[in-house]
């Protein structure tokens, strides 16, 4: 079956190979026609669903992780054959050794999620078809709500990125930050802004392809503008017009890991919590726009969530903060 689907789609396969998909071959051997299945996918994935890298690689580490466990399972190099004999008391039992392993909620469901898409294409591929995942129940995700800077922690984390006007470094990290703060943007998104998408003096919007391949123009501050400016004067390293604009220090694209360690090294000096990451910068220029004032369909399309429902998560952050303020302002609402 794969070889037909192999003559219909082409063998078109990722420059990547499967031992870089799942990153220790040493470790996990898999039958040939499931690991040239797995690379199928993973070209699906990335070519014809137009996945983020972020989703790719999580569910690049959720499949890896199974089909270690199917390995340590099987005693030997599982294969395609081993697949349709899983029942859903053998997913289950995986789930359970996940949770055991210290995962919770979210990343479980990830977990499930991930499965089911590669279960699902091999069904639609007509590789195999295996209905065990989809017997066993998707795990709870508890019901959260982001946790926003205060304006004063969020100021203060751009501006502590400042720094000289001569180091090119704090001058990319101020302009990053800027833009997830001042924009909205996910840390993946302002890390793939190209030199010819840029904001400048003369553009004050940047059109901007998130999750889903869904496009938004979203306005740029002029402080942003003279950070990422500022930013291209000082970089070392030629910049493409295509081509990614943030760099490393070794002038590859600058990874997210490289602006979360940024920003870890400076929580302690200002008393920022654990929660202050690059998505909290996001989460608080939603929640300041909406207790300025501004209206949740205008943020829905500033953060480019497909649904509102993805938006009115921010009206219980707002609605928090408000209670504390009236507890702690209300002379009735003072203890003591």
């Known amino acids: 079956m794969l070889m037909a689907f192999t003559a219909r789609f082409g063998a078109h396969i ?27 996918w993973m070209d699906h994935l990335t070519h014809e669903k ?28 599982p294969c395609l054959g081993d697949l349709a004999k899983l029942d859903a008391k053998a997913i289950r039992a995986f789930m359970t050794a996940r949770r055991r392993a210290g995962l919770e909620g979210r990343s479980l469901a990830r977990t499930m999620s991930a499965l089911r898409q590669f279960f699902r294409w091999l069904e639609q591929a007509e590789i195999l078809a295996s209905r065990a995942v989809f017997a066993v129940q998707m795990p709870k995700i508890p019901h959260g709500v982001p946790k926003p800077l205060t304006r004063e922690k969020a100021a203060a984390l751009v501006a ?11 001058a990319r990290d101020t302009a990053v930050l800027l833009l997830l ?15 010819r998408e840029a904001p400048t003096t003369l553009r004050d919007v ?12 979203v306005p740029v501050l002029a402080l942003t503008r003279e950070a990422v400016d500022r930013y291209v004067r000082l970089c070392p390293y030629p910049l493409a017009p295509d081509e990614p604009m943030f760099r490393g220090a070794k002038g590859g ?12 090294r400076v929580r302690a000096a200002l008393g920022l919590p654990d929660t202050a990451t690059p998505h909290a910068l ?32 921010y009206t219980e952050v707002d609605r928090d903060r408000l209670l504390q303020v ?10 003591g």
């Not at 031992?19 to 299945?37: K, M, Q, S, W, Y």
């Not at 059109?207 to 123009?217: A, D, P």
């Not at 996001?282 to 993805?310: N, P, V, W, Y």
Request: glycine share 8%; charged share 20%.
């Open 160 to 170: 502590d990125h400042a720094g000289s006007h001569l180091d090119w470094i704090e």
């Open 50 to 77: 137009d996945a983020a890298t972020a989703t790719v690689e999580a569910y690049t580490r959720d499949l890896r992780d199974f089909l270690g466990w199917l390995r340590q399972r099987t005693a030997r190099p």
């Open 14 to 40: 990722l420059a990547t190979t499967i031992a870089d998909i799942l990153t220790d071959p040493a470790a996990l051997d898999l039958g040939g026609d499931l690991g040239e299945a797995v690379q199928h």
């Open 206 to 217: 940047i059109r901007i392809t998130g999750k889903g391949s869904k496009e938004r123009v």
């Open 282 to 313: 996001r989460h608080s220029f939603a929640t300041h726009l909406l207790s300025a004032g501004a209206d949740l369909r205008q943020i829905q399309e500033l953060l480019g969530h497909a649904s509102l429902s993805s938006t009115q998560v």
């Open 181 to 195: 703060y001042g924009s909205g943007l996910r840390i993946s998104e302002a890390l793939s802004i190209t030199p």
């Open 253 to 264: 694209p600058l990874s997210p890991r490289i602006i979360q360690l940024a920003i870890e």
């Open 326 to 335: 009236y507890e702690a302002a209300h002379p009735r609402g003072r203890s």
